[in-house]
Each structure stands twice: as structure tokens, then as C-alpha cells.
């Protein structure tokens, strides 16, 4: 393997900002840590922080708030618009 080509793995601190929390991981985001601002971590150390809008803490999916469409009613709205009586399945066209 050729060495020297990957680009520096080290730790960063992101933050939610919808959920206010933060997280400390290894990220290769490390390797722009000089154009980033810095946060005190609970170890005493300055790790670069970089601000998301969506993570696991704050996503409908993680957090259990999700919502289902209704996918049959969605296509019933689509036909009613469209005046379509109903699905043509033979492949004609009306």
C-alpha cells in the first residue's frame, strides 16, 4: 500500500445544535483542525469543534418522533389531482 496518501484521522468534537449536545469521535475532519474553532473537553484537552445541525441526538428516525406517510393515500391524492379514476395497469393509455 502506498503510505502518506490518507488524509489525518484524529479526534474532533461535533455539535448538535438543534439537541445541544456534543460528542467527541475521530473523524478526518481533523486535518482542517487549524481553520477550526476549539472546545474544552471533559479531559482537560482542546479538540476542533464543528457544528452539525442533525445527529443521532436531534434525527426523528434516532429519537423515536418519526412520522409515517401514508403512502396509499398520497397516490389516492395524486389520482384525485390528475382526475385519474384509477391506475392503469395494462400498460394502455387512456
Known amino acids: 500500500m502506498k ?3 490518507h488524509p489525518t484521522y484524529g479526534y474532533v468534537v461535533f455539535r448538535d445544535q438543534s439537541a445541544n449536545t456534543m460528542m467527541l469521535t475521530r473523524s478526518t475532519l481533523a486535518a482542517k483542525a487549524d481553520s477550526l474553532p476549539t472546545v474544552r473537553w471533559n479531559d482537560g484537552k482542546e479538540y476542533p469543534l464543528v457544528n452539525v445541525e442533525v445527529s443521532s441526538a436531534s434525527h426523528p428516525f ?3 418522533k418519526n412520522i409515517v406517510l401514508d403512502a396509499a393515500g398520497q ?3 395524486f389520482n384525485q389531482r390528475y382526475r385519474r379514476s384509477s391506475p392503469q395497469r395494462d400498460g394502455s393509455e387512456s
Do not use: E, R
Open 3 to 5: 503510505q502518506h496518501i
Open 62 to 64: 434516532y429519537t423515536g
Open 75 to 77: 397516490v389516492q391524492k
